[in-house]
């Protein structure tokens, strides 16, 4: 089998990457310097050059509060870019994996997000995901849809390393305290996407790790696993200024793993130390 994979200088497709050749399936990685989604006939050419059995798309406009200034460029990506790769799998006959987000949920409430439940999403860079869901949904039969959230990988940004190099520089930080989700290892994520684009049990599944927390809880325990001195204050999101409005309830149910027989992942504790030993 061979696999196309998008997206590589990110933190999912780098370990995507990683996990294909850990397991000696072959793989063909682009970002943008080899191929810009936004183009179709690059995106014809290069995906067409590369003859894939399988596209795992994780390239993405991600920059949620920029996204609200830049609304033209993140749909050119999110939805424009999907409905590119999109159509030259429906034209080659083969299976696409595309990454979306918790953000196309309106977060009210607090029972787990469903693969099925409405969509409303509260931001441009959730509703560009969310109209990438429906490019996929409308040309192909042979897709899968992965929610994921709350990402933080060896290669790029995100959370975990913010708020360690916060702690260098503060004594003091504040941490919204109404947000809840699941804190994901791209490292644990990319062993379950190759799990899930190995088979034919196609349809739209959530996949974080294992339990919830609040963005205060979570930097409470990277302090505490890193050994760092911070005393973190808990505020509302109403008192944290940003631009795009975030989910309060991002809790995914995973039950669909479990009834396609696919193995959850680890509880986020636990992967949290594992990257902490990675980065650290």
Known sequence: MRVFVTGVRGQLGYDVMGELAKRGIEAVGV???????????????????????AVIHCAAYTAVDAAQDNEELCRKVNVFGTANIAKVCKELGIKMMYISTD??????????WEPDDERHPLSVYGQTKYE????????????????????????????????????KTHDTITVVNDQYGSPTYTYDLARLLVDMILTDKY?????????ICTWYEFACEIFRQAGAKVDVVPVSSAQYAAKAHRPTNSRMSKDKLDANGFQRLPAWQDALGRYLKEIL
Do not use: C
């Open 103 to 112: 953000y196309v949920f309106n977060g009210e409430g607090e029972r787990p």
């Open 132 to 167: 990438g869901e429906l490019e996929v949904t409308k040309r192909l039969e042979n897709y899968f849809i992965v929610r994921i959230a709350w990402v933080f990988g060896v290669n790029g940004k995100n959370f975990v390393r913010t708020m360690l190099n916060l702690a």
């Open 31 to 53: 970002d943008i310097q080899e191929m810009d989604i936004t183009d179709p006939e690059s995106v014809d050419r290069v995906i067409k050059e590369a003859a894939p059995d």
């Open 203 to 211: 349809g739209i599944y959530h996949a974080t790790n294992e339990g």
